[in-house]
């Protein structure tokens, strides 16, 4: 049988209190677990709605951080601003030939880049 979908993406962040804090809070992601773990905690979370969960692990201290996450935002503008708002330094919105697109890494050095719905 075929793959037909994608649960989760582990993340390297080297706080889960801090990438918590982050995702839930500048990101306004969802927790989707939060059970003990014999590292640590499986913590994930994900946009509301959203079928994928990125795992904020902290017990892999050699992985490198993750770039070219892909995912969508319906006002990039508005999104762009909450960041800002919050320290974090971003790119854009700019236009593309392929759409409009905003860039930014979370604290741990994790690449993202938003696409406009």
């Known amino acids: 049988m075929p793959i037909s979908s994608i649960l989760t993406i582990t993340v390297p962040v080297a706080d889960q209190e801090r990438a918590l804090a982050f995702y839930t809070g500048v990101l306004d992601?969802?927790?989707?677990?939060d059970n003990p773990f014999p590292m640590g905690r499986?913590?994930?979370?994900?946009?509301?709605?959203?079928e994928t969960a990125l795992l904020l692990a902290s017990w892999f201290p050699d992985m490198a951080p993750i770039g070219g996450l892909v995912v969508g935002?319906?006002?990039?503008?508005?999104?762009a601003a909450r960041l800002r708002d919050n320290g974090v330094a971003c790119?854009?919105?700019?236009?593309?030939?392929?759409?409009?697109?905003?860039?930014?890494?979370?604290p741990f050095g994790n690449g993202f880049v938003v696409s406009e719905l």
Not at 42 to 50: I, Q, S, Y
Not at 73 to 79: F, G, K, Q, T
Not at 91 to 106: K, N, T, V
């Open 91 to 106: 790119e854009g919105p700019s236009d593309q030939p392929w759409g409009r697109q905003l860039l930014f890494h979370d």
């Open 29 to 33: 992601f969802e927790v989707r677990t």
């Open 42 to 50: 499986w913590l994930t979370v994900a946009p509301k709605g959203a």
């Open 73 to 79: 935002a319906p006002d990039l503008d508005a999104l």
